[in-house]
């Protein structure tokens, strides 16, 4: 299967390593993987802070860009929440690429959950708010995870509650945000898990941030990281 990587704004300017673990992973299953240089940003932010016309060439050039792919993978829940379901609303009737998250993809279009992974750690996973709420991921990345040879997966109360994020909302409303992130952060201290995963490295800042402040013994990985891990090369 030919599969694009969309690999989204933040993942490219503070966490390349997400999209590498991307292409690992896909590769070693045995697909190829294409980056198309000509991507840009979804529009999130734009369309999120009102510019919804400021929006439209960045969903026109985006179905552009991804057009002729067997699937369009994209490593954050938000990102990929924005092309499928709102892309649509701001440019009616545009032929749209087949887009899915990193789990909808391994699980829904390529059938595996063991993907011959290896992460001696214990590790605990928060369902992010477009993960849960508009993709309804359910236990995709869970099942992915239990899959993972040497991982032992930890509950973490509270999973389903936001982190305080929000991306605009943690600017404008900074005090919520910082309470809502420490509420989390105090839930994900609390299972004793090694590692915090989640399918959006927008959230993992947040909580990392909180996490490395209450100095924390809790690293923050995308989950993407975690699959790509190998015996040979462990994470």
Same mark, same amino acid.
Do not use: W
């Given at each position: ?16 390593? &997400? ?18 240089? *000509? ?14 016309? *400021?929006?439209e060439p960045l969903v026109r050039s985006f179905a552009a860009t991804f057009a002729g792919f067997d699937a369009v993978v994209v490593p954050s829940a938000s990102c990929a929440g924005m092309i499928r379901e709102l892309h649509p609303e701001v440019v009616p009737g545009l032929a749209a690429p087949p887009v899915h998250e990193l789990t909808e993809l391994l699980v829904d279009v390529l059938g595996v959950e063991d993907v011959g992974a290896y992460f001696p750690h ?5 369902? &992010?708010?477009? %993960? ?9 990345? &869970?099942?992915?995870?239990? !899959? ?11 999973? *389903? ?20 992130? !420490? ?14 995963? !989640? ?12 996490? %490395? ?18 015996? *040979?090369?462990?994470?």
């Amino acid at each position: 299967m030919r599969i694009a990587l969309f690999l989204t704004c933040v993942n490219d300017t503070m966490f390349p390593g &997400t999209g590498k673990a991307v292409v690992k992973l896909l590769r070693r299953l045995g697909h190829t993987v294409v980056f198309p240089e *000509e991507q840009t940003c979804c529009g999130q932010m734009h369309l999120n802070s009102g510019y919804r016309r *400021e929006c439209e060439p960045l969903v026109r050039s985006f179905a552009a860009t991804f057009a002729g792919f067997d699937a369009v993978v994209v490593p954050s829940a938000s990102c990929a929440g924005m092309i499928r379901e709102l892309h649509p609303e701001v440019v009616p009737g545009l032929a749209a690429p087949p887009v899915h998250e990193l789990t909808e993809l391994l699980v829904d279009v390529l059938g595996v959950e063991d993907v011959g992974a290896y992460f001696p750690h214990t590790v605990t996973y928060h369902p &992010t708010c477009h %993960s849960l709420r508009m993709l309804g991921l359910g236990d995709r990345p &869970t099942r992915l995870l239990r !899959a993972v040879r040497g991982l032992e997966l930890l509950e973490l109360p509270g999973a *389903e509650e936001c982190c305080g994020f929000g991306g605009t909302f943690a600017m404008k409303n900074a005090g919520v945000s910082a309470a809502m992130g !420490a509420d989390k952060a105090a839930n994900v201290r609390r299972t004793g898990a090694a590692v915090l995963a !989640a399918a959006d490295n927008s959230c993992l800042v947040h909580l990392g941030g909180g996490l %490395s402040r209450d100095g924390a013994p809790v690293r923050v990985m995308h989950l993407a990281e975690i699959l790509a891990s190998t015996e *040979e090369d462990p994470a």
